[in-house]
C-alpha cells in the first residue's frame, strides 16, 4: 500500500524537478533578436467620414439617413519604422511608428493635412515561405487643423486625435527588403481648438485606408 502511494509523488517530483532544470536550458535556445526596420510608402483609398446625428429607431430604416461628411484621399506618401524584438527567427513583437506628411483630399475645395500615428504590433513570419501577417493598435493617431466638424456646428479648423486598429502582411521580395500591405481603421475621439475637447455626442469621426510600403529589417543585435 505504502508503495502505490509513494510512487507517484516520486515522478511527480521527478517531473517537477526536471521541468525546472529544463528551464534554463529552454531559455537559453531560444534565439531573441533586436532589429529596426525603415520603411516608405503610399497610402490611398481612404477617408475621414464624419457623422453627426442619432437614429429614430420609431422611423423606417431608408428615412434613418444622417448628415455625414466625407474627406476622401487618393494618395498620400508615408515614412516610417518599427523597432522591436524577433524570438526564433518568427515572432516579433515592435513599436510602430509613421508619418504623412502631407495628405491631400481628392476634392480641390478641401484643405490638405498630415497625420501622425505611434502603436504596437504584434506578427509572425512563416517559416517555410518568406511571408509574415501581423495586427497592430495605434494608441495615438492625430492629424492637423482642418474644418473637419463643420456639419457640428464647429466650423473653424480644429485638430483631431483617436486611435486606430490595423492589420497586415507582407511578402519578401529580395532579402531584406519587404512588400507589405496594411489596412488600418481608425477613431477620433477627441479635437483640439486649441484647447482638448471631446467630441460632441452625436458626433462619430472615423478615419480608414490601405497602406502599400516597402521596408527592410536591419539587425543590430542578437542574443
Do not use: C
Not at 33 to 50: L, Q, T, Y
Not at 94 to 117: A, E, H, I, R, Y
Not at 146 to 159: A, H, K
Amino acid at each position: 500500500m505504502m508503495n502505490t502511494i509513494k510512487s507517484p509523488v516520486l515522478f511527480t517530483s521527478f517531473l517537477v524537478s526536471g521541468l525546472f532544470l529544463g528551464l534554463p536550458t529552454l531559455s537559453y535556445a531560444a534565439r531573441v533578436s533586436f532589429e529596426i526596420e525603415p520603411s516608405i510608402g503610399a497610402a490611398g483609398w481612404g477617408h475621414i467620414k464624419v457623422a453627426y446625428g442619432t437614429v429614430n429607431p420609431s422611423l423606417p430604416i431608408k428615412s434613418q439617413n444622417i448628415p455625414v461628411d466625407v474627406f476622401d484621399f487618393s494618395q498620400s506618401i508615408g515614412l516610417g519604422g518599427r523597432s522591436g524584438v524577433v524570438l526564433d527567427e518568427t515572432y516579433y513583437l515592435g513599436v510602430d511608428f509613421v508619418t504623412f506628411p502631407k495628405v491631400s483630399s481628392s476634392s480641390s475645395s478641401d484643405l490638405s493635412w498630415n497625420n501622425t500615428q505611434l502603436g504596437i504590433t504584434l506578427g509572425a513570419q512563416l517559416t517555410a515561405t518568406p511571408m509574415r501577417f501581423w495586427i497592430g493598435y495605434n494608441f495615438l493617431n492625430s492629424i492637423s487643423p482642418n474644418p473637419y466638424l463643420r456639419i457640428t456646428g464647429i466650423t473653424q479648423s480644429v485638430g483631431l486625435a483617436g486611435s486606430a486598429f490595423k492589420v497586415g502582411t507582407g511578402i519578401q521580395l529580395l532579402a531584406p527588403f519587404w512588400l507589405n500591405f496594411e489596412m488600418i481603421y481608425g477613431v477620433f475621439s477627441k479635437y483640439s481648438s486649441p484647447q482638448i475637447e471631446t467630441l460632441p455626442s452625436q458626433a462619430s469621426v472615423s478615419y480608414n485606408y490601405f497602406f502599400l510600403s516597402l521596408s527592410a529589417p536591419i539587425r543590430w543585435i542578437s542574443l
